[in-house]
């Protein structure tokens, strides 16, 4: 957890360690294998993935909202070889104005 947690702050040095713990809870599994525990933001339909499950069934925000917090992240992220899912889901939430709801 204190890895996580630590890679969200590299992002958000204010992020809080509650909301990051539900996002790992929610991914569960998906964290135990390095492949899915990493968003490949080149890959068009990852990303449209991480729109449908996370922005839309998760987060209840669909379309243009949707588009926009996954590009602004991933180009936050660009530098990063290895993007967390952990924190590429907290910086879409957070992006969003959704953090608060999980």
Do not use: Q
Request: glycine share 6%; aromatic share 6%; net charge neutral.
């Amino acid at each position: 957890m204190t890895d996580y947690l630590a890679d969200v702050k590299i992002y958000d040095p204010s992020a809080d360690e509650a909301v990051v713990k539900k996002i790992v809870n929610h991914l569960g599994i998906a964290l135990r294998n390095k492949d899915s525990s990493l968003v490949a933001a080149s890959d068009p339909e990852e990303l449209e993935r991480v729109k449908e499950k996370w922005c839309g069934k998760k987060l209840g925000v669909t379309g243009d909202a949707a588009d926009k917090a996954v590009a602004a992240v991933a180009k936050a992220m660009a530098a990063d070889k290895t993007k967390s899912r952990v924190t590429f889901y907290y910086l879409v939430a957070k992006e969003l104005g959704k953090l608060g709801d999980l």
